[in-house]
Every structure is written in structure tokens, then in C-alpha cells.
């Protein structure tokens, strides 16, 4: 799986527990940690102020990334 894929599916997980509770910090599956792609990605995020990050693998959307990922257009489900 791409980065940019991986980056767009964390987004959306990370905005539908946001929107339920935004201090709520989301713990990713051991696939998703073990993998180095979606360590990359989550860097990335993590880097740009999207996500924070308490511990590798439990991590939360912050609002500078809620409101870039409500500004971008996304596919239908």
C-alpha cells in the first residue's frame, strides 16, 4: 500500500473518532505500526502538525489536521 493511500485511510479513521471525541487518542493495529510505509506516513503527518502521536502506534488527529482533512474533497465510501 502507497503512503499516500495509507496517509487518506489514517485520515479518515483518525476524523471519525475525532468527531466523536477529539481528545481521544486512537491505538493503530500491529499491522499497521510494523509496517515501515505507515511509519513513514504517520511521520509525515505527525511532521506537518496533522497527528499527534503519545506513543508510537497511539495516536490522535489535531485540529490543524481535522480542518484539512473536512477542507479536501474525499471519494464516496
Given amino acids: 500500500m502507497q503512503c499516500a493511500s495509507i496517509q487518506t485511510e489514517l485520515f479518515l ?3 471519525e473518532h475525532y468527531e466523536h471525541n477529539p481528545q481521544e487518542f486512537v491505538t493503530l493495529p500491529q499491522q499497521t505500526v510494523d509496517s ?3 511509519r513513514v506516513a504517520v511521520a509525515e503527518l505527525r511532521n506537518e502538525g ?4 503519545q506513543v ?3 495516536v490522535r ?3 490543524r489536521g481535522y480542518n484539512v482533512f473536512k ?3 474525499h471519494p464516496a465510501a
Avoid: H, I, M, N
Avoid at 50 to 53: A, D, H, M
Fill in 13 to 15: 479513521t483518525l476524523a
Fill in 61 to 63: 488527529l489535531t485540529l
Fill in 36 to 38: 515501515s510505509t505507515a
Fill in 56 to 58: 508510537r502506534g497511539v
Fill in 50 to 53: 496533522y497527528v499527534e502521536e
Fill in 71 to 73: 477542507s479536501k474533497p
